[in-house]
């Protein structure tokens, strides 16, 4: 594979750019290689600056639903784009994504639009604080909220650790306002919320965890989430960056029929485009201002160029069949993935999906959380991955990160991707 175009842009980026990208797992660095450039993206494949093609299996870690340049997205973009790029003041195509956004999101009743992930996560832990008055925020180890300050808590071991920073510039002062507690331990969930003394204001959680590799919910873990939070008087929020319109409409909230009172939503409402946005309960959401005190704002918030790019991308979302054709294609994969995996390497991976996301572990498992995550064979998982790159399949570069089925993908692509897995899977059992 012909990488010089892509090797002689990152020497150059590293002058300039810290590790030469603008979000860290980009830099290859756990999966042993250097980024490869992109040049363009059209439907499933991915083109880099040296003209090579690949599979996407990463779909801009989770917008690309539809595929890359999905044409009536393009052409939403392009309409929008000739009457101006951005107005600070409100436009009509804010509403008309407001409404589908509240129609799709069953437990959204009102939304605010922001510009990433992190922004609506933040947001939402500050209306929650604002609304309760109360201080602590509860998550749980290995889910990712963004990159504020309250959010990188570096996970600790116990039933009730109080936050150490994560990482460096971030204060003492605020992460110890932060628990993280273990993902699907029912026990520790409790025993932490019925603490009188811990002063929650809300626990937020990755209903559908992605950011471990993902991690399903086990069966009654979110209900009893939502029965004790709301037991105690402590807002649940659904962190749905990831699930949001990626396993229903309604995301995990109506795939597993669990209502948080305030949901995060980013990567799909945005078809691709800098898109954020945090809903919940009227009550919750009139705490914002201008309506009530809660401060937040965005100067390219609601911008109408990433609006016209959600709403087409919804628009092809609500036709009738889209996620069950979805469901059958990523389980079709999945059981070929599973196959390959029992003949070349028994008892050696674990495959976790919930509908069109999923993460091969290179561990037995169960994969449960974050602690059985780790327990993956990262070496093998970056050995499978520069295999699969020179063969033209493009994953994720950790194996911490789910896998993305997209509309645009076909049998056929994926029956390539099995192929080239089943020639990758056989060396690795050497
Ligand atoms: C990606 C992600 C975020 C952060 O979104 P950005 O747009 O990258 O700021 C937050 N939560 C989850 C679950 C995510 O996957």
Known sequence: MK????????????QLIPGGVNSPVRACKSV??????????????IYDVDGNEFLDFVCSWGPMILGHSHPSVV??????????????????????????????????EKVRFVSSGTEATMSAIRVARGYTG?????????????????????????VITLG????????????????????????????????????????????????????????????KLRS???????????????????????????????????????KIIGG??????????????????????VYQAGTLSGNPLAMAAGIATMQQLAQPGFYAALEEKAARFARGLVMLAEKYLPGQTTLNRVGSMMTPFFTAGPVVDFD?????????????????????????????????????QSEADLDMALEKTECSFKKLAK
């Open 3 to 14: 990488t010089e175009q892509s090797q002689s842009l990152f020497a150059k980026a590293q």
């Open 32 to 45: 042993g290689c250097d980024p490869l450039f992109v040049k363009r993206a059209a439907g499933s494949k």
């Open 75 to 108: 052409e939403a973009i392009e309409k929008t784009l000739r009457d101006g790029t951005s107005f600070g003041a409100p436009c009509a195509l804010e509403v008309e994504l407001a409404e589908l956004v509240i129609k799709a999101l069953p437990s959204v």
């Open 134 to 158: 109360r201080k602590v925020v509860v998550k749980f180890d290995g889910c990712y909220h963004g990159h504020a300050d309250s959010f990188l808590v570096k996970a600790g071991s116990g």
């Open 164 to 223: 150490i920073p994560g990482s460096p510039g971030v204060p003492e002062d605020i992460v110890k306002n932060t628990l993280s507690i273990p993902y699907n331990n029912p026990e520790i969930l409790e025993k932490t919320l019925r603490d009188k003394k811990l002063d929650i204001a809300c626990v937020i959680v990755e209903p559908v965890a992605g950011n471990m590799g993902v991690v399903a919910p086990q069966p009654g873990f979110l209900q």
């Open 228 to 266: 004790l939070t709301a037991e105690l008087g402590i807002i649940l929020i659904f962190d749905e960056v990831i699930t949001g319109l990626r396993l229903a409409q309604g995301g995990a909230q109506e795939y597993f029929g669990v209502m948080p009172d305030l949901t995060c939503l980013g």
């Open 272 to 293: 691709g485009l800098p898109v954020g946005a945090y809903g919940g309960k009227r009550e919750l959401m009139d705490t914002v201002s201008p309506v009530g005190p």
């Open 372 to 408: 059985s995550a780790m327990r993956a064979d990262t070496e093998r998982y970056g050995r499978h991955f520069r295999e699969m790159l020179a063969q033209g399949v493009w994953l994720a570069p950790s194996q911490f990160e789910a896998a993305f089925i997209s509309s645009a």
